[in-house]
Antibody
């Protein structure tokens, strides 16, 4: 059974870059059957899709964040990463990495536990 | 972006009650609709995919229906472990958007 685990700093200063890594076990991020995604949830609020990385190197980002987001992967470590630049307090959220399957239907079927990132000086 | 509107935003119910949550996208999304359950401090869990298909391991008291612009999640007999927040999500187009959530609380 696949497991995902987020890691990275829990505190980031305003205007700096938020960097998170998701380590995948029990499955390969090189599989063409899945998109490797990031989703965030501000405290007490709903879920926002940030984007995904596909094993071919292709990416798709939420247009609301596209100018600040970069996703990549290290297949040798079976990890994928999120970078969000020029952060503000509005970027404070629990960040989840998730696996998005395509078959039998597009859906997020596995999630990491989430990591809280606070943007504050 | 496709806006997803859930109703109600919250509800109170008792164990054994039948509960229905509605999700209405701002445009037709065929059956590209998923439902998730989230408990406090936990990641969301996939319950229903493609509007009406039950995810493996999810109890059969959960069911989904609908297509186009009108979807429903039904819990046939609410159990204590079902008190949580429920989200719908569309995968018809990017960005993949979620509803604002429906919190199911104990009456």
């Amino acid at each position: 059974q696949v497991q995902l685990q987020e890691s990275g700093p829990g505190l980031v200063k305003p205007s700096q870059t938020l960097s998170l890594t998701c380590t995948v076990s029990g499955g390969s991020i090189s599989s063409g059957d899945y998109y490797w995604s990031w989703i965030r949830q501000p405290p007490g609020k709903g879920l926002e899709w940030i984007g995904y990385f596909f094993h071919s190197g292709s990416t798709s980002y939420n247009p609301s964040l596209k100018s600040r987001v970069t996703m990549s992967a290290d297949t040798s470590k079976n990890q994928f990463s999120l970078k969000l630049s020029s952060v503000t307090a509005a970027d404070t959220a629990v960040y989840y990495c998730a696996r998005e399957r395509v078959v039998p239907a597009t859906s997020f079927d596995s999630w990491g536990q989430g990591t809280l990132v606070t943007v504050s000086s | 972006d496709i806006q997803m509107t859930q109703s109600p935003s919250s509800l109170s119910a008792s164990v054994g009650d039948r509960v229905t949550i509605t999700c209405r996208p701002s445009q037709s999304i065929s059956s590209y609709l998923n439902w998730y359950q989230q408990k406090p401090g936990k990641a969301p869990k996939l319950l229903i995919y493609a509007a009406s298909s039950l995810q493996s391991g999810v109890p059969s008291r959960f069911s989904g229906s609908g297509s186009g612009t009108d979807f429903t999640l039904t819990i046939s007999s609410l159990q204590s472990e079902d008190f949580a927040t429920y989200y719908c999500q569309q995968t018809y187009s990017t960005p993949k958007t979620f509803g604002q959530g429906t919190k199911v609380a104990i009456k």
